[in-house]
């Protein structure tokens, strides 16, 4: 179907699939940030267990170093922020190329005369 359509249609297209990876790539690296700041949320809980005066270790590299109670604390604690800063802005991100998808989907279909209905989704779908 592709050759059929017109050179203006065919680069929408292309855009729509260069957006619909985008949106793909955006997804996975939410999904990561949001399991890594689950993982730090859940290690800092962890920590609110521990007496201050216990002896602890923090990776550096392949090694185990130990550490102080506030320093594993606050490096956790600031590990939450950024990732929570890390997921809002994938949000953001997410959002931004799904309004852009559906806006560059829209123009194609006008272009098109309204004949591509049958599209499929945005790039979530």
């Known amino acids: ?18 957006l619909q990876e985008k949106a793909q790539n955006v997804a996975t690296q939410k999904q990561q940030a949001e399991q890594q700041l689950s993982e730090a949320e ?52 997410e959002d931004r190329v799904q309004e852009q998808f559906e806006s560059l989907q829209e123009e194609l279909q006008d272009m098109l005369g309204g004949a591509g209905g049958a599209m499929g989704g945005g790039p979530g779908a």
């Open 1 to 18: 179907m592709q050759g059929n359509l017109p050179p203006e249609a065919q680069e929408k297209l292309e855009q729509l699939q260069d």
């Open 42 to 93: 859940t290690a800092l809980d962890a920590l609110g267990d521990i007496e201050e005066s216990t002896t602890m270790y923090r990776e550096v590299g392949e090694l185990l170093v130990e550490t102080e109670y506030d320093n594993a604390h606050d490096d956790l604690d600031e590990k939450v922020s950024d990732l929570e800063v890390r997921v809002e802005t994938l949000q953001k991100q």
